[in-house]
């Protein structure tokens, strides 16, 4: 995601606002999504705060914005429903708060309210308790149409067998037929990956996207997804190895990847960083799926990928992108959950 301008020439703050629970859990989930906008859309910094039950509170928030340098705060009511303290609270606060520091441009931002995108996540909280080997049957009518227009249209090909449902999904996702001639396996690939899938190995992610797109409730055997980017001690070291914070997350990531499947869909200074690893024998993925996009870097990254005697998929030329990566590893999921139900 493309960082936010700076508005006017001024440092930008966010104060993310939720209810405060007795809960200790409850408040970290806040405080992860914070991190996350932060790291995310650019701001200068996006803090936590809380209505009740746990600190810092409104007035306090700001305050330590405003100590900081912040004079352009917008409040971000993380709300699901327009209740009291969206419609009469928040607004006494923000009051409040600019009677005690003048000058304070503070802003309110619009609450999470509906939003399709939730259409999708409240799905897979809920297939996630069905279980990952009783979807297939229950795909969805345009999901199975989709499909068989992909399969019609794409004709023959020089794929295996195996390789095909891998080729439709990116497909399906990108609505791109290049993808026939551009996506390259290694031999073994698909059953290098299904059998880490199958053995519950980790997935490790060069950027948030990707983890977010991966179904978690098709993983199989205890298996994670893992992605260090945003991480702070990740951060530090790439300030101090003068690298990007996807190559240091990398390192971070080398020892979970024993086995495992690693995804690379945005960054080529991640992919390089990996393959580096790899010659220094610090990485032992099963297998490496490499789809960065972009005009610096990525053709080449992938061509150094496609040379290496690690197992991949990768994309060769420019395209690419996270949303590809995601395909991979979901279609590749499905494969492993079909093999092991069989």
Do not use: W
């Not at 996350?36 to 330590?64: M, W």
């Not at 020089?158 to 439709?168: D, G, I, W």
């Amino acid at each position: 995601m493309m960082g936010v301008e700076k508005r006017n020439g001024k440092r930008r703050a966010v104060l993310l606002l939720g209810h405060g629970s007795k809960a200790k859990e409850a408040n970290e989930t806040l405080r992860e999504v914070a991190r996350e906008v932060e790291a995310a859309g650019g701001y200068d910094a996006v803090l936590p705060a809380f209505l009740q039950l746990e600190r810092p509170d409104f007035q306090e928030g700001v305050d330590e914005l405003v100590v900081r340098g912040f004079t352009d705060i917008a409040v971000m009511p993380y709300f699901l429903y327009m209740g009291l303290h969206v419609t009469k609270d928040l607004p006494n606060e923000l009051e409040e708060a600019k009677g005690r520091h003048k000058g304070l441009e503070i802003k309110l931002t619009r609450n999470i309210g509906f939003d399709k995108r939730l259409v999708d996540i409240t799905i897979e909280r809920i297939e996630e308790s069905v279980g990952a080997g009783s979807r297939d049957e229950g795909q969805h009518p345009i999901e199975r149409e989709s499909f068989s227009l992909i399969e019609k249209e794409l004709g023959a090909t020089t794929h295996l067998a195996a390789e095909l449902p891998v080729l439709k999904r990116v497909i399906h996702t990108t609505a791109d037929f290049e993808y026939k001639e551009i996506l390259r396996f290694s031999p073994g690939a698909i059953e290098a990956g299904c059998a880490a899938l199958r053995a519950g190995r980790a997935i490790v992610t060069d950027v948030r996207m990707v983890e977010a797109g991966i179904m978690k409730y098709r993983l199989l055997s205890g298996s994670r997804v893992l992605c260090f980017s945003s991480d702070k001690d990740v951060e530090r070291m790439a300030k101090a190895e003068g690298i990007t914070k996807t190559a240091a997350s990398m390192r971070k990531a080398a020892p979970s990847m024993e086995g495992g499947v690693v995804a690379i869909g945005n960054a080529p200074t991640a992919l390089n960083e990996l393959l580096a690893l790899v010659r220094k024998g610090e990485a032992r993925p099963a297998l490496v799926i490499g789809v960065p996009v972009g005009f610096v870097g990525a053709e080449e990254a992938k061509a150094e990928l496609m040379k290496s005697s690690v197992p991949f998929i990768a994309s060769s030329g420019r395209k690419g992108g996270s949303t590809v990566a995601v395909a991979i590893v979901n279609a590749l999921l499905i494969e492993a959950a079909r093999l092991a139900f069989e």
